[in-house]
């Protein structure tokens, strides 16, 4: 009896272990871009709502937290992801730089006016600090994308890795 209930649980493992097989392919990899646009925008609100203080700070450190997750998850789908093709790459690439960076150009924007509030908090450190963790997922993501991407479409792709550093580059420089 013993036998029968270690090879049914056996079983069973093996079927819950294939049954969540995770797309790594172009088409998770935009899903993941699309939720990190969702997370650029929540985090763009959270900044622009923000009126002062520590405790207000806290949704905006909440979006940021979540953005943080969502690159490092993007990141992890990338590079365990099949080389995509040029069609595929140029798709990821018009998203990038006709949705997501705009979007990351306008958080940017926000968090560098809201700058004076998050002084007077005493968060100007920790926004700089965000900021820094920030480009270098970018950065992390940005590789990995590169790293797939099609040969004749890297140049396109690391203007448009270059584009969002120079977001960040802007934000981390107004907090020096």
Do not use: C, H
């Amino acid at each position: 009896m013993v036998g029968i209930k270690s090879l049914f649980l056996a079983a069973v493992s093996v079927t819950a272990a294939t049954s969540k097989v995770i797309r790594r392919d172009a088409a998770q990899i935009q899903t993941d871009l699309m939720d990190i646009n969702g997370d650029v925008v929540a985090l763009t609100n959270a900044v622009n709502n923000y009126s002062g203080g520590l405790f207000g700070a806290l949704p905006v450190q909440n979006a940021e937290g979540n953005l943080e997750d969502s690159i490092e998850a993007a990141t992890a789908d990338a590079q365990a992801s099949a080389p995509v093709s040029s069609a595929e790459t140029q798709d990821i690439i018009d998203y990038i730089n006709n949705t997501l960076e705009p979007n990351i150009d306008e958080s940017i924007t926000a968090i560098i006016n809201k700058m004076s509030q998050f002084q007077s908090a005493g968060l100007a450190g920790t926004v700089r600090d965000d900021l820094t963790t920030l480009q270098s997922d970018t950065d992390d993501l940005g590789t990995a994308l590169i790293n797939k991407a099609a040969a004749d479409k890297k140049d396109a792709a690391n203007a448009a890795l270059a584009a969002i550093d120079a977001d960040f580059q802007r934000a981390v420089a107004a907090y020096n």
